[in-house]
């Protein structure tokens, strides 16, 4: 099996066998993100992604965990999706969960009805790219989505049974935004009640769109210290009641985990004391 370009998965999904089942991302235009700007969007045959299965058995039969990638699988047709879970399960009889990457736009081509069929073929988890819950936000990143269109998908998904993991972006509303980006960031996922929470920082490519911008003073970065206290607002709005939430990739300043809401208060704790001692990862933050 030869992947094409670089493949991209959740963190969650380290240990699983990625399985190309679309090449790039439908939408594409998102001004923050370079992830697959080199690739042309298609779908792959059903018979491509059954022989890097079968190719895959051969080296790996006791395969837990599957991730169908690359951006948003979900957009594939109902009858190849099934087509494809169904040759997973019989060919992978130790296979626990396949993960997929969903996009607002391809929930909504697929009715509650049909995401419980998929569940039903172990389609166990799908992680939506929030990014911010502010409509202002969304439309300067060209998301292509508002934050309702985003919150009636990811209320799709929860209906349906599978579990929903969420991101949303830290600084993607920069110096201008920061305060409504926080706020209704957390308003949306507070109704959104998602299982899985992950709170990553902007980090700016040199090829991106958002690059240009901030070039032409469209769009000022915040210092990790803004960053931090963008994060406290998020946090303190959140009305959660059982979230995993995690914010400890490589882009954070600072690691944090935990259960929300029951975990807030030490999490703001935790945030208070990093500012108050300047113990986060500044070396991150590479441009101002
Ligand atoms: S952020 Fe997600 S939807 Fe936007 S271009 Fe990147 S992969 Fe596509």
Do not use: W
């Not at 099934?82 to 009889?93: A, F, P, R, V």
């Not at 992680?127 to 292509?144: A, C, I, R, T, W």
């Not at 994060?231 to 985990?257: C, G, P, Q």
Request: hydrophobic letters at 40%; charged letters at 30%; proline letters at 2%.
């Amino acid at each position: 099996m030869i992947y094409e370009g670089v493949v991209y998965r959740p963190p969650s999904e380290a240990r699983s066998l990625i399985i190309q089942a679309t090449i790039g991302c439908s939408h594409n235009k998102c001004k923050f993100c370079t992830m697959y700007k080199g690739k042309k969007f298609r779908m792959k045959k059903r018979q491509e992604i059954v022989d890097d299965l079968i190719e895959m058995h051969n080296y790996y039969k006791d395969v837990k965990r599957i991730f169908l990638a690359d951006g948003d699988a979900l957009i594939m047709k109902m009858d190849d999706l099934k087509y494809i879970l169904t040759k997973i399960n019989e060919l992978y009889e130790n296979v626990e969960r396949i993960g997929i990457y969903a996009s607002p736009r391809s929930i909504m081509t697929k009715s509650v009805q049909e995401l419980k069929e998929l569940k039903s073929l172990n389609l166990k988890i799908a992680y939506l790219g929030v990014e911010s819950g502010d409509d202002e936000v969304l439309e300067l990143m060209n998301k292509g989505v508002n934050s309702d269109e985003m919150l009636k998908a990811a209320l799709r998904i929860k209906e349906s049974g599978i579990k929903l993991s969420t991101m949303i972006l830290s600084g993607l509303g920069g110096k201008d935004l920061y305060k409504n980006h926080a706020i209704n960031s957390a308003k949306l996922i507070s109704k959104i009640k998602p299982d899985y929470l992950s709170l990553l920082t902007l980090l700016v490519e040199e090829s991106s769109d958002l690059n240009k911008m901030i070039e032409e003073d469209e769009f000022k970065l915040l210092n990790p210290k803004e960053v931090l206290d963008e994060t406290k607002i998020f946090i303190d709005n959140l009305e959660l009641e059982k979230t995993l939430f995690r914010s400890n990739h490589a882009s954070n300043y600072v690691n944090l985990e935990g259960v929300l809401n029951e975990d807030k208060s030490r999490l703001l704790e935790e945030i208070s004391i990093a500012l108050r001692e300047n113990f986060y990862k500044e070396e991150l933050f590479r441009r101002l």
